[in-house]
């Protein structure tokens, strides 16, 4: 890219590169609604009658829960993303101190066919960083995600073999993302930081058929949610900023922000099958469809009087490059200041996911009236298809979840019930400085992609 370009796009790529991410990081999504599901790996998540869960992941599974009751509890996220440069000179890890996942349920049986059910949970986050200075911080040097979703549902028992349930999630995002935008003829363009944030809101249905006393089956659907997030961009520390504005001082500015994203839909299906009084096996089948992520727009609040600062210096900048390497070589620096300003305004990226899945099955085994424990395993596949397309702030890859759990009954309302999951990234983890349609080139790759999970909960039965 010439230095023209560079520095006419200086302030829109850090809008753009910044709203990407946010974008991608809706991308990673949280299953952790549970801290008893994360002991089975979520394999029957809804549909097993053990926890209020039920609500978010099937609000049909609410017709199991007899009473009125109380669920609270969080889930501990640790993300080690280290990182092996090709170089051996750019070495980093992108871990940032763990974050703990809440989330919170009441359940309330109105009489033998009406259930009402409210959750509180966090369906998307994650959190990155690295340093300020690391060599592929174009590639992103922070990143934080929060969603907090409030859901009331309903549920209808037909009859002993079916039930209905439907819920309406009215969902707030935060994103916060730092990135370096590198440096052009010794002129460095500044580090840009993100905050943005929008309410908006989807629903979810859910339905559960038990063929036998012994056997469950569930399906539920939850919606995509549009969020279209305002906020602002900042860029700091940018040499080259103060030089296109005149050598004034003026090394950082602020522009507002917005950009259009949706969160998948989400389709799942699963079973439990009570195989003996102490056995229960699960499984659990989840598509989500983040093929529906395929252009993101931004828009940008570059005011006319900065338009014009900026084309007045490119100007200067193309009569320069005219006489000094000749017309062919201002004409093509002109070009890509035209289309470079054209997008100011309004920029629209192709992103190029594929759906996931999700495959878990689990166990429970109840020890005595007081101890069950369980264990689960899982594979997830990643919505990254171009490997150039992953930031360095969601090191996004196909995942195997190992996970252990056991729940204790200390009174016949009292219930506590802990969790621990280990995720272990597999496949492919390379990194690049760029998208390969633009020539970028693979510069290392993800030695480990791990998360450790430990989740712990009380149910309490009025």
């Given at each position: 890219m010439s230095f023209m370009k560079k520095s006419a796009a200086a302030l829109v790529l850090t809008g753009v590169a910044a709203a990407t991410s946010t974008a991608l990081a809706a991308g990673f999504q949280l299953t952790e609604q549970s801290s008893l599901g994360a002991g089975r790996a979520y394999a029957g998540a809804g549909i097993v009658g053990d926890d209020l869960s039920a609500v978010h992941y099937n609000p049909a599974g609410m017709t199991l829960l007899e009473g009125t009751r109380f669920q609270a509890g969080g889930v501990w996220i640790g993300l080690n993303a280290d990182?092996?440069?090709?170089?051996?000179?750019?070495?980093?890890?992108?871990?940032?101190?763990?974050?703990?996942?809440?989330?919170?349920?009441?359940?309330?049986?109105?009489?033998?066919?009406?259930?009402?059910?409210?959750?509180?949970?966090?369906?998307?986050?994650?959190?990155?960083?690295?340093?300020?200075?690391?060599?592929?911080?174009?590639?992103?040097?922070?990143?934080?995600?929060y969603?907090?979703?409030?859901?009331?549902?309903?549920?209808?028992?037909?009859?002993?073999?079916?039930s209905f349930g439907a819920g309406v999630s009215v969902q707030y995002a935060k994103a916060k993302l730092g990135m370096n935008m590198g440096s052009v003829l010794g002129q460095e363009i500044g580090h840009a930081k993100l905050e943005a944030d929008s309410w908006d809101w989807g629903f979810n249905l859910g339905v559960m058929i038990s063929?036998?006393?012994?056997?469950?089956?569930?399906?539920?659907?939850?919606?995509?949610?549009?969020?279209?997030?305002?906020?602002?961009?900042?860029?700091?520390?940018?040499?080259?900023?103060?030089?296109?504005?005149?050598?004034?001082?003026?090394?950082?500015?602020?522009?507002?922000?917005?950009?259009?994203?949706k969160t998948p839909d989400t389709v799942m299906l699963t079973g439990?099958?009570?195989?003996?009084?102490?056995?229960?096996?699960?499984?659990?089948?989840?598509?989500?469809n983040w093929s529906n992520f395929d252009t993101l727009n931004i828009d940008n609040d570059i005011s006319a009087g900065m338009m014009?600062?900026?084309?007045?210096?490119?100007?200067?900048?193309?009569?320069?490059i005219s006489q000094s390497q000749g017309a062919a070589a201002a004409q093509v620096a002109k070009d890509a200041l035209t289309k470079t300003q054209a997008n100011l305004k309004r920029t629209s990226i192709e992103n190029d996911w594929q759906d996931t899945w999700l495959f878990s099955v689990g166990a429970d085994y109840k020890i005595n009236n007081a101890f069950t424990v369980r264990g689960g395993i899982a594979y997830e596949t990643s919505p990254i298809d171009d490997q150039?397309?992953?930031?360095a702030v969601i090191p996004d890859t196909d995942r195997v979840?190992?996970?252990?759990?056991?729940?204790?009954?200390?009174?016949?309302?009292?219930?506590?019930?802990?969790?621990?999951?280990?995720?272990?990234?597999?496949?492919?983890?390379?990194?690049?400085?760029?998208?390969?349609?633009?020539?970028g080139k693979k510069v290392g790759e993800y030695d480990s992609l791990d998360a450790y999970l430990l989740g712990v909960q009380m149910q309490y039965r009025f």
């Open positions: 990182f092996d440069s090709d170089n051996g000179m750019a070495d980093e890890n992108g871990r940032l101190k763990g974050q703990m996942i809440p989330a919170g349920y009441v359940t309330h049986q109105v009489n033998d066919k009406v259930w009402l059910g409210f959750a509180m949970t966090v369906p998307f986050g994650m959190g990155t960083e690295y340093s300020r200075d690391w060599e592929y911080g174009n590639r992103g040097t922070s990143a934080k995600i969603t907090f979703d409030m859901n009331p549902n309903i549920a209808y028992k037909v009859s002993d073999y079916i063929p036998t006393d012994r056997l469950r089956f569930g399906l539920a659907y939850r919606s995509a949610i549009e969020h279209n997030a305002d906020g602002h961009t900042k860029l700091s520390n940018s040499q080259l900023l103060d030089s296109m504005m005149g050598g004034i001082g003026m090394d950082s500015m602020t522009v507002g922000s917005s950009a259009s994203l439990t099958w009570e195989a003996t009084e102490k056995l229960r096996l699960s499984g659990l089948i989840r598509w989500a014009n600062i900026m084309q007045a210096k490119a100007t200067e900048i193309v009569t320069g150039s397309t992953r930031m979840w190992l996970s252990l759990g056991a729940s204790w009954y200390a009174t016949k309302d009292l219930q506590f019930d802990v969790g621990a999951t280990y995720l272990m990234g597999v496949g492919d983890k390379d990194l690049y400085d760029g998208l390969k349609s633009e020539g």
